[in-house]
């Protein structure tokens, strides 16, 4: 049993050391994942769609929420696991939260990155986990399967 917890251990800090090395070629840190979530959560905040909807649910809780998506953030890029939020229950009944919102999200995100990120290459690494996690979040909080069953799909109208 040790010897298995050993090889995990060391699986574990292979994939850090793989991901630290990945990071810092792009010039990745987390000094620049501090200034990508500052500028980006300011941005949210003077948004005219996405700032009542994240301002309603973080009144009195920004600077909270700014840490943890800095540890999320971190936690991504490094593989640390650090990060142990549940990110779907955090965004359940979020108050007037809809699809629609998220590609609003991402065009603010990229905005962002444009304007903070070093290089081309972690540019297209963030926007490629963000969109990632827009495409899950949305998935957890919206999708209904019951859509996809065929039987309801048959006796659809057809579109015409």
Not at 89 to 108: I, R, S, Y
Request: aromatic share 10%; glycine share 4%.
């Amino acid at each position: 049993m040790d010897d298995e917890l050993q090889a995990r251990a060391l699986h574990s800090a292979a994939i850090r050391e793989r991901a630290e090395a990945e990071m810092k070629s792009m010039g990745i840190d987390d000094l620049l994942i501090d200034v990508l979530v500052e500028a980006f959560y300011a941005r949210v905040r003077s948004h005219p769609q996405l700032g009542p909807v994240f301002d309603a649910r973080l009144t009195g809780r920004w600077p909270e929420h700014i840490e943890k998506m800095k540890n999320f953030w971190s936690a991504v890029a490094f593989k640390s696991g650090a990060y142990g939020g549940k990110p779907v229950q955090a965004h359940l009944g979020v108050a007037n939260m809809t699809p629609e919102l998220f590609p609003q999200w991402l065009e603010l995100f990229s905005a962002t990155l444009d304007d903070v990120v070093p290089t081309a290459e972690a540019r297209v690494w963030f926007i490629a986990t963000a969109e990632r996690i827009a495409r899950s979040l949305t998935l957890s909080l919206f999708y209904n399967p019951a859509l996809d069953d065929p039987a309801l799909k048959r006796n659809a109208p057809a579109a015409g």
